[in-house]
């Protein structure tokens, strides 16, 4: 698996959990996502399997290029404002890694 592809793989597995999280919290999904989150998770990935500048940026909440139709951009955003800050509670291991290759990559990438 290439470099592209790994990042590819963990920002849809973040992305996957932060839908998870949303779900059960919000739409009380307990045997699994809503049609509406899974919908949202479907778009994502494909989104994320479609991206031309995986190589170059951070991750999707990063990226200035915004390539979601505006209302699955609206829902996104809403997902990752309320499963961000939970993140460190579910997926700890998850959330601490994200911080830490964002952080890194904000450093690559500034001029």
Do not use: W
């Amino acid at each position: 698996m290439t470099d592209v592809q790994s990042k590819r793989e963990r920002e849809k597995a973040v992305v996957s959990k932060m839908i998870a999280i949303y779900c059960k919290k919000n739409h009380s999904g307990k045997g699994g996502l809503c049609q509406e989150c899974l919908e949202l998770e479907t778009y994502a990935r494909f989104r994320s399997d479609k991206c031309p500048f995986m190589e170059t940026k951070t991750f999707c909440s990063n990226c200035k290029v915004h390539c979601y139709k505006p209302e699955m951009r609206e829902k996104i955003r809403e997902v990752m404002r309320f499963s961000g800050p939970r993140m460190i509670f579910y997926h700890p291991v998850t959330a601490i890694r994200h911080v830490i290759e964002s952080k890194k990559e904000k450093r690559r990438v500034k001029p």
